[in-house]
């Protein structure tokens, strides 16, 4: 029996989801309706695949999460927590690639940085894409092997039950390296968005003394720029600290209301920062005015029958 704290914070976690797969869903929609229009772009591919990424994402957090609620036992028969790691790690590392990949494209486009190495992959940036994509794969199938080893061990253990008996530091330590991967793919990321805000803050200081209708146009446009990152990177590390706490509630596997507020966090990042990019994005924003006149000339029209 789940207590009131639970339950809030499962509905809350619903309807995280909820808005999660509609925004990434909007953003897929749009950018694969502007492909069938035009030639898919590179800001379009990396906004379609981390959508799409997102939403199978957002499923694997919420499915994982209500069987281990609801049905924990269901873990111990049948292969069920072999598909859900590999599946997890597929979506988890897609997720966090396409992220980390809109950081640095972002960063290589409007960041303005002397320094040689920066120059040399600003004028090379459709050669990152491919490099990065090399890095996701190299890291999931280390993972995949990883995964298939500790099953293994635990299958040669007779151990089958989803509460995985070992010690805390060795759980801990699996995990980490279980998460090498995406710990390189984050850090990259943060490292990229952090220069990039620091681009803009310097920029910003050099147009004090331009023109005070230009300064304020671009001023604004920076101090948006800015707010978007900051929120991107508040909303990332949330999504790490979920999952922090969702790993430590396999060392107490009783206290449900761990793994819910982990859940309720790490889902966050998913929903949140469709609906930044969607706001943050011209395409994106003017489309998404579109569907909202739309509905409100929808709901008019029906008043007007009603009436």
């Known amino acids: 029996m789940l207590s009131v704290v639970e339950g809030i914070l499962i509905l809350v ?3 995280e989801s909820v808005f999660g797969v509609l925004g990434n869903g909007f953003i897929g929609l749009v950018n694969c309706i502007d492909c069938a229009k035009n030639k898919l772009s590179t800001i379009g591919f990396i906004l379609t695949g981390l959508a799409i990424s997102r939403i199978f994402l957002i499923w694997i ?3 994982d999460g209500f069987i281990q609620i609801f049905s924990p036992d269901v873990y111990a028969s049948g292969n069920l927590i072999e598909y859900i790691s590999y599946f997890w790690v597929i979506t988890n590392q897609s997720s966090i690639w396409f992220a980390t990949s809109l950081s640095i494209f972002y960063f290589l486009k409007i960041a303005n940085f002397s320094n040689y190495i920066f120059l040399w992959l600003k004028s090379r940036i459709n050669r990152v894409l491919p490099l990065l994509m090399g890095f996701l794969l190299i890291s999931c199938l280390l993972n995949f092997a990883y995964i298939v080893k500790i099953l293994n061990d635990l299958k040669m253990k ?3 039950v989803w509460r995985l008996n070992m010690y805390k530091s060795e759980y801990f330590i699996k995990q980490l390296l279980l998460n090498l991967g995406v710990i390189f793919f984050f850090t990259l990321s943060l490292i990229t968005s952090v220069l990039l805000i620091i681009s803009l ?3 910003n200081r050099q147009m004090q003394s331009n023109v ?3 300064r304020d146009s671009i001023t604004e446009a920076h101090v948006k720029a800015m707010k978007v990152l900051i929120s991107f990177i508040i909303l990332f590390i949330l999504y790490f600290i979920g999952i922090a706490i969702e790993i430590s509630y396999f060392t107490v596997p009783e206290n449900k209301l761990l793994l819910i507020f982990g859940m309720t966090t790490t889902a966050i990042y998913p929903w949140g920062h469709s609906f930044i990019l969607i706001l943050g994005n011209s395409k994106l924003k003017q489309a998404s005015l ?3 006149q739309q509905l409100k000339c929808c709901e008019e029209r029906k ?3 009603a009436t």
């Open 13 to 15: 976690v619903i309807s």
């Open 61 to 63: 957090i919420i499915t």
């Open 158 to 160: 007779n151990d089958t």
């Open 201 to 203: 803050w310097r920029h």
């Open 212 to 214: 005070t209708g230009l």
């Open 290 to 292: 579109r569907v909202l």
């Open 303 to 305: 008043n007007l029958r």
